[in-house]
């Protein structure tokens, strides 16, 4: 194996990723003079850069992906004994691990039964959006085939999942986007569209209201984050889940919950959806799944929404699609493995007793700098909004927030916040450190952020 280069071997390569690599939601016009961040090393929830510097990354990779942290040599090592037996077959054959992660998964997600492997979350939520359209034809006669999305929510970087998603600058210019996606509104009660105190019923209710106004007959999918992950980290309200799942059997519209974010113990659970005692029809599944080790994305149904897709005399019947990389057998290994870390080292409990020492410090910080207006989440997935003026809830602009993340930065820890999503609301810290967060690790992010809100709002 080669030696991890040093920050006096590293100059080449920063030549190579300045002129050759395109990096994801970063514009390059700074790196022109300013040196591209290469990450070149990371162990538990530590990472080092090829400066040499040391940060403690409180987001998990950036995009709440690495739950059992960094430098597991048993998923290493679970993955690369896999490649060498079997590496990869198209998944029109099964696999040893597949076959495997699949049964033990479902061992978590009661009421499901079958499980379509993927490579990326958007992809996996395609998958879904197909899967409704193919059953509104072959069983609606071309009937309940729109699909209905949530304001502030994201659901992936495709046309069709972007048509689906509620974060208008994420979506603009890519489009014209297809026909047959419809926004309901969101339910963040802390911006509040009505004056009302049962706000989780009356936002589930708004639902309702876009169906009757489509027409009930046109209508075959809800697809919903359990909490509101990029739009701002929002946790429903009380009593909006069970309205929501009211609402979808009454109108025989099927729900599809996207865990991409919260999926594999984020919220002190196996999934987000799990918190709120509802059955959905679709789960999907990505980051957490293999933590960042391999490439994997599931998309998880009911026994019923198969059978749908049988037929001894329809030969396009079936369902006719294939991922390619959904055949790699590394990506079901890698998540076998990181399925018994979080079992056995008991990660969901960390979770939940780190998520609530991390939401205790925040509300201390709340207390102490009028900036931050609000503190939600659930697990080790929280977020605080800043605003100018707690009163009118006006949101600080989005040069303060960026300030808030050099600062934290420069501190030796890095967070997140939402940007590029919800014009005049990408006001949010973000905070997802792994699931293997200590006590030390929960009081340095919020020590660093203290000083950078001390520093930033002067």
């Known amino acids: 194996m080669n030696a991890v280069p040093q ?30 961040r290469i990450i070149v090393e990371g162990k538990g929830l530590k990472v080092w850069d090829a400066a040499g ?15 059992v942290g960094y430098g597991r040599t048993s998923i290493a090592d679970a993955v690369r004994d896999q490649l060498v037996r079997m590496n990869y077959f198209a998944q029109s054959a099964g696999s040893i691990p597949a076959a495997r992660f699949a049964e033990k998964l479902l061992e978590k997600m009661p009421g499901l039964s079958r499980v379509y492997f993927n490579n990326s979350g958007s992809e996996a939520n395609e998958k879904v959006f197909k899967m409704v359209r193919q059953i509104a034809q072959r069983h609606h006669g071309g009937g309940k085939w729109k699909i209905l999305y949530r304001e502030r929510d994201y659901h992936g970087t495709t046309i069709a999942t972007l048509a689906a998603g509620g974060q208008p600058e994420r979506a603009a210019m890519y489009g014209p986007y297809p026909d047959g996606f419809v926004m309901v509104p969101h339910c963040l009660e802390y911006r509040k569209q009505w004056d009302v105190g049962n706000y989780g019923e009356r936002a589930a209710d708004a639902i309702e209201e876009v ?31 069970e309205r929501v799942q009211e609402i979808c059997r009454k109108y025989d519209i099927l729900l599809h919950i996207d865990e991409v974010v919260c999926g594999l113990g984020r919220t002190g659970t196996w999934f987000g959806y799990q918190n709120f005692g509802i059955q959905p029809d679709f789960v999907t599944m990505a980051k957490g799944v293999a933590s960042g080790y391999a490439a994997i994305s599931c998309t998880v149904t009911t026994e019923a929404v198969f059978e749908m897709f049988k037929s001894a005399a329809d030969p396009m019947a079936h369902f006719r699609d294939i991922s390619t990389f959904g055949g790699c057998a590394g990506g079901p290994a890698a998540a076998l493995e990181n399925m018994r870390i979080i079992e056995d080292e008991h990660l969901l409990e960390n979770c939940l007793a780190m998520g609530a020492r991390l939401r205790a410090n925040l509300e201390a910080l709340k207390d102490k700098h009028a900036v931050i207006g609000d503190v939600r989440g659930m697990g080790l997935f929280q977020g605080a909004e800043l605003v100018k003026d707690r009163a009118t809830k006006e949101p600080v602009d989005e040069k303060s927030i960026a300030r808030v ?48 809100l001390t520093v930033a709002f002067a």
């Open 7 to 36: 920050p006096n071997d590293m100059r080449p390569i920063i030549e190579a990723d300045r002129r050759h690599v395109w990096h994801h939601m970063l514009q390059h016009k700074p790196l022109e003079t300013n040196d591209p």
């Open 53 to 67: 510097r040391e940060y403690l990354d409180a987001l998990s990779g950036g995009v709440w992906t690495v739950n």
């Open 211 to 241: 169906i009757l106004r489509e027409g009930p007959e046109t209508v075959g999918l809800l697809c919903l984050e359990p909490i509101t992950a990029g739009g701002g980290v929002i946790v429903p309200p009380k009593g909006y889940w």
């Open 405 to 452: 993340i050099a600062e934290t930065t420069a501190r030796g820890v890095m967070i997140g916040a939402s940007n590029r999503s919800v014009p005049g609301l990408n006001n949010v810290l973000c905070l997802a450190p792994a699931l293997v967060a200590s006590v030390y690790d929960i009081d340095a992010i919020t020590t660093a952020i203290d000083e950078a």
